[in-house]
């Protein structure tokens, strides 16, 4: 074999070399991927309510809300245990959400703000409470929030549901209070 064939398959050698590491960097690339997009979390519909979709992670991250309410660790070892009441409000709660969009189809934008406020009120008022919550127990931020948005939404529903009553009551409790003339207002109330 001469010097010219020896430089020759030199080379050849060289560039299959870099085929073999290209192939090598994309085969990993696309194992990498595969792995975390084909072994992630399944999520699926556990249910419909109203035109609004129930998802398994929705269930399973209230159902971590409600562990940690009650045991008040982030082990989450009896997670299962909390999950018929996890589902249980949550369809209340979509339930819900589908009357206060009948009253205003904004009704989420409506009480976003003051559900986040109300979020953050439970974690002391402080952002970096609440996102050392978010990581320490893997629930999202807006499990949390929509939790407030549906006790909200509940508020405003039942007060377009019940505008008259509502209104009658207060007459009465105004006509009481003049003719009571303040003096007892435990009685009144």
Same mark, same amino acid.
């Given at each position: 074999?001469?010097?010219k064939q020896?430089g020759?398959?030199g080379?050849?050698?060289?560039k299959?070399?870099k085929?073999l590491?290209?192939l090598t960097f994309?085969?990993?690339?696309?194992s990498?991927l595969?792995?975390?997009?084909?072994?992630?979390?399944e999520?699926?519909v556990?249910?419909?309510?109203n035109?609004?979709?129930?998802t398994?992670i929705?269930?399973?991250n209230?159902?971590?809300?409600?562990?940690f309410?009650?045991? !008040?660790?982030y082990?989450?070892?009896?997670l299962?245990?909390? #999950?018929?009441?996890s589902?249980?409000?949550?369809?209340n709660?979509r339930?819900?959400?589908?009357?206060g969009?009948?009253i205003?189809?904004?009704?989420?934008?409506?009480?976003?703000?003051k559900?986040?406020?109300l979020?953050l009120?439970? #974690?002391?008022?402080?952002?970096i409470e609440l996102m050392k919550f978010?990581?320490k127990?893997?629930?999202s931020?807006s499990?949390?929030?929509?939790?407030?948005?549906a006790?909200?939404i509940?508020?405003i529903?039942?007060?377009?549901?019940?505008k008259?009553q509502?209104?009658?009551l207060? !007459?009465k409790?105004?006509t009481?209070l !003049?003719k009571?003339n303040n003096e007892?207002l435990?009685?009144l109330a």
């Amino acid at each position: 074999m001469n010097q010219k064939q020896f430089g020759m398959q030199g080379k050849k050698l060289i560039k299959d070399l870099k085929n073999l590491n290209t192939l090598t960097f994309i085969l990993i690339f696309f194992s990498i991927l595969l792995s975390k997009n084909g072994f992630a979390k399944e999520n699926y519909v556990v249910s419909i309510v109203n035109k609004i979709p129930l998802t398994k992670i929705d269930v399973i991250n209230r159902a971590k809300l409600i562990a940690f309410s009650v045991e !008040k660790n982030y082990e989450f070892k009896n997670l299962r245990k909390f #999950y018929s009441q996890s589902i249980k409000s949550l369809v209340n709660e979509r339930i819900i959400i589908s009357e206060g969009l009948q009253i205003n189809k904004n009704i989420n934008e409506i009480v976003s703000d003051k559900a986040y406020q109300l979020a953050l009120s439970e #974690y002391n008022n402080s952002e970096i409470e609440l996102m050392k919550f978010i990581n320490k127990s893997s629930i999202s931020k807006s499990t949390i929030i929509d939790k407030y948005k549906a006790q909200l939404i509940w508020g405003i529903v039942l007060k377009e549901k019940y505008k008259v009553q509502l209104k009658n009551l207060e !007459k009465k409790f105004k006509t009481q209070l !003049k003719k009571n003339n303040n003096e007892d207002l435990y009685d009144l109330a």
